[in-house]
């Protein structure tokens, strides 16, 4: 019997200059994840690097931070779906969200794309919106930010990085309890939660 696979996509920018901003989140959720179950993002596959674990004999996770622009995370996304014959539902998204409070988190079973341009391309090219998204908040920029400028930019101070590396830990525990529990008890769970600086 073919083994049913989860797919866990975090989404990000690669170079030196966009590791740890606020727009590669899912990038650093994903290595989280990565060092704890002891895999290497090093396999490239469909414009992505992945790493594949067994969850059970019946059943695997693949991790995948998609090597095209943020903008074009769905070039990766849609044909890696297709090549594990992965079901929407087993697809978990992660990025970061502008519109909630820093470190606040969001787990969402299905829903629009919002102003995410990497979500956005997800759904272009898969054609739907049917699959869960966990959504890390990194606030607003002030009002004399560019928007860009505040995305692309890395965190300012000790107490921001804290803040956000505690809620690193808390998006992956809520992706392995999606994984080992399903996406209702990881909802009602971590829905809200923030990591206090």
């Known amino acids: 019997m073919d083994k049913e696979t989860f797919l866990i996509v975090g989404l990000g920018n690669i170079g030196r200059q966009y590791e740890h901003t606020r727009h590669n989140v899912g990038f650093d959720v994903t290595d989280l994840l990565a060092a704890r179950w002891g895999l290497s993002l090093t396999k490239p596959l469909c414009r992505g690097m992945v790493a594949e674990a067994a969850l059970s004999p019946e059943k695997r996770v693949v991790l995948c931070q998609p090597q095209t622009l943020m903008n074009l995370s769905g070039e990766c996304v849609a044909p890696l779906m297709n090549w ?39 759904v272009l090219n898969l054609g739907r919106m049917d699959f869960p998204r966990l959504r890390v908040g990194v606030g607003q920029p002030e009002e004399d930010w560019d928007l860009i400028a505040w995305v692309l930019g890395k965190y300012r101070s000790r107490e921001e990085r804290e803040l956000m590396a505690g809620a690193f830990g808390q998006a992956a525990d809520c992706a392995e309890d999606w994984l080992n529990s399903g996406i209702d008890h990881a909802m009602s769970y971590f829905n809200g939660s923030r990591q206090q600086a």
């Open 84 to 122: 594990y014959k992965c079901a929407p539902d087993h697809l978990l998204v992660i990025c970061d969200d502008i519109d909630l409070a820093p470190g606040r988190l969001r787990l969402r079973r299905t829903g629009s794309a919002g102003t995410h341009n990497g979500l956005k391309n997800i």
